[in-house]
């Protein structure tokens, strides 16, 4: 059984350290703000100009002046603070943002992302991704392990235009928790899903993938 992205977004809050400060992409990666432990001091940084991030709000709580990157609305939790999107660059670009996880629709053996541009689409722009890969002195992806027609989006090497190289050690998928071992250009196994087995993770992973001798189920 794959993850919810609801489960996926638990899975990374729980890894989060104590004191630290946080962005959160576009898509999956905003679901981790509703999902950070009871008790945890984390800042979640918004790169369109918020620090101290909530969870989504109530129907009660919607305030249309409250957004993240992703235009969605939010909550702001005690001692945020809200300022120019130059701003918020500065924080990242200075590597003062603890970790970032980001979506992306392509990753490699050799720790690239690709998260910006699919050929034919519209494009807006690459966002902050590109900034976030070279500033965060953490950095985790969430996608989905395979796309709509059930090919590898964990592959030998990207095929869309990157958005950093060498950058991604970390992937939560719906099937799995991987490493990405730079050196020896392979992924490794370290969680699967619940009712995912070792062999369906590596029969849809492209690039080359070792099955962790530790490896062991999600606790979800």
Known sequence: MSLTREQMAMRVAR?????????????IPTLVANYIPE???????????????GPFPTEDEVDADYINAGKQTITTVNGSSIFSSAESFAMIRGGHVDM???????VDVNGNIASWM?????????????DLVAGAKNIVCMMTHTDKEGNSKLLKQCKLPLTGAGCIRRVLTDLAFVEIDIENSRYILRETAPGVSPDEVVSKTEGEMIVADDVREMDV
């Open 39 to 53: 008790g945890r001091e984390v800042m979640l940084q918004s790169e369109n100009g918020l620090l101290g991030m």
């Open 118 to 130: 699919v050929p034919g689409k519209l494009i807006k722009g690459m966002g902050g991704s590109m």
């Open 100 to 106: 970032t996880a980001l979506g992306a629709f392509e």
């Open 15 to 27: 890894t989060i350290e104590d004191g630290s400060y946080v962005n959160l992409g576009i898509g």
